[in-house]
């Protein structure tokens, strides 16, 4: 990853601390104020894994169970993971198909990687979540229906079937 340098005349009490603790390029400069670190923000973030393996007891286990880079330290604290939070995290397939049980169907139609559970339990589907599914497309264009514009429109991979329905498109998002 390439390591930024703030130019000479960004002070860092203008920073926003908070925002700055997902940004994976922002880790060095994390790293040089440890005091300033948004603890909770920084367990969402992929590049920090690190720093939350030698800060434990900072974890914020709602954001690391959304965090991909974490997968390990989720499948040594399962007691700690928040399912809903897995639910939508791409790296998790293989806890979530060990425990189906958990799944929270609300939030796995987010999910990239987890086509194949929906596929496997259509009636689970939430479709409101599942249109901005980048993965889902031919999910969507199977079931016309089914399908919330509103979300679509903020679908990137939804191009395609946004131009052949261009009077559902919300041009806002």
């Known amino acids: 990853m390439i390591a930024y340098k703030l130019r000479d005349w960004v002070s860092l009490n203008k920073i926003n601390w908070r925002f700055l603790s997902s940004n994976p390029a922002a880790i060095h400069l994390l790293e040089a104020n440890p005091d300033k670190i948004c603890w909770g923000i920084l367990s969402a973030n992929t590049a920090a894994i690190h720093l939350l393996e ?35 995290n791409p790296a998790a397939i293989h806890l979530l198909e060990a425990n189906p049980d958990k799944i929270d169907w609300y939030y796995l139609p ?18 409101y979540c599942l249109s901005r599914n980048p993965a889902a497309i031919h999910l969507l264009e199977a079931n016309p229906d089914k399908i919330n514009w509103n979300e679509l429109s903020t679908n990137p991979a939804a191009i395609d079937l946004l131009e052949a329905n261009q009077d559902k498109i919300d041009w806002y998002f």
Do not use: G, Q, T, V
Request: net charge neutral.
């Open 54 to 88: 030698a800060n434990p007891y900072k974890i914020n286990w709602y954001f690391l169970s959304m965090n991909p880079a974490a997968i390990h330290l989720l499948e040594a604290n399962p007691d700690k993971i928040i399912w809903r939070c897995l639910s939508s």
């Open 110 to 127: 987010h999910n990239p990687a987890a086509i194949h559970l929906l596929e496997a339990i259509p009636d689970k589907i939430n479709w």
